[in-house]
């Protein structure tokens, strides 16, 4: 079950650190991610989809395919704010690139 605990400024700023080129702004946790292969991003998007549906957590998801590039977004809509499943969420699709 996701934990829709709302995260303070501070401490989304906390767990940037331990996160990979994540970015926050707009209250929101956003990554871009390139590929060489369109096929390697066609791949990707398949674990971050199957990710989304496992922690039942949909993020916004943005294509640039002439550059192969997916931007992540990640908030809890419900809350209008960062919260803990979302820096889980964010881990979890860190994992899957690493």
Do not use: C, P, R
């Not at 926050?24 to 998007?45: I, M, P, R």
């Not at 002439?66 to 860190?94: E, G, M, P, R, W």
């Amino acid at each position: 079950m996701e934990d829709k605990t709302i995260l303070k400024k501070e401490e989304i700023i906390e767990e940037l650190k331990n996160l990979s080129n994540w970015i926050y702004k707009n209250n929101l946790l956003e990554k871009e991610f390139q590929f060489f292969k369109f096929l390697d991003l066609v791949n990707f998007l398949k674990k971050v989809i199957s990710a989304m549906d496992e922690q039942n957590h949909h993020s916004d998801l943005f294509f640039d395919t002439k550059n192969k590039i997916i931007k992540i977004s990640v908030t809890t809509h419900s809350k209008n704010a960062i919260t803990i499943a979302d820096v889980d969420f964010v881990k979890k699709i860190d994992n899957i690139v690493a």
